[in-house]
Nanobody, 124 residues
Framework: QVQLVESGGGLVQAGGSLRLSCAAS????????MGWFRQAPGKEREFVAA????????YYTDSVKGRFTISRDSAKNTMYLQMNSLKPEDTAVYYCATKKGRNLSLLRTEYDLWGQGTQVTVSS
């Protein structure tokens, strides 16, 4: 079964750090771009960060630039999101996703396989 599984979420104080992981199984995703999205209660799912198939290109939404870092380990078929200097407004369920094609995308509609999500809660 092809699937993505997120882990690493939790409760952290403002200013703290977390590292999310997205493990892919069922097939290799090394030829596909991947991304992280998040959804806060009562809000739409929004783009956070994306990475190209090779890892050479990355893109971030403005609110996380300089604080979050997306990366991938092809040997482990795993993607990561290092989150530093966390703020209460980062509280959300975080989802990883993959899209067909090698180029990264900011558009949620271009991603066709999603994980189940992991909760990140930042207390003030």
């Amino acid at each position: 079964q092809v699937q993505l599984v997120e882990s690493g979420g939790g409760l952290v104080q403002a200013g703290g750090s977390l590292r999310l992981s997205c493990a892919a199984s069922g097939r290799t995703f090394n030829s596909y771009a991947m991304g992280w999205f998040r959804q806060a209660p009562g809000k739409e799912r929004e783009f956070v960060a994306a990475i190209s198939w090779s890892g050479s290109s990355t893109y971030y939404t403005d609110s996380v630039k300089g604080r979050f870092t997306i990366s991938r380990d092809s040997a482990k078929n795993t993607m990561y999101l290092q989150m530093n200097s966390l703020k209460p407004e980062d509280t959300a369920v975080y989802y990883c996703a993959t899209k067909k094609g090698r180029n990264l995308s900011l558009l949620r509609t271009e991603y066709d396989l999603w994980g189940q999500g992991t909760q990140v809660t930042v207390s003030s």
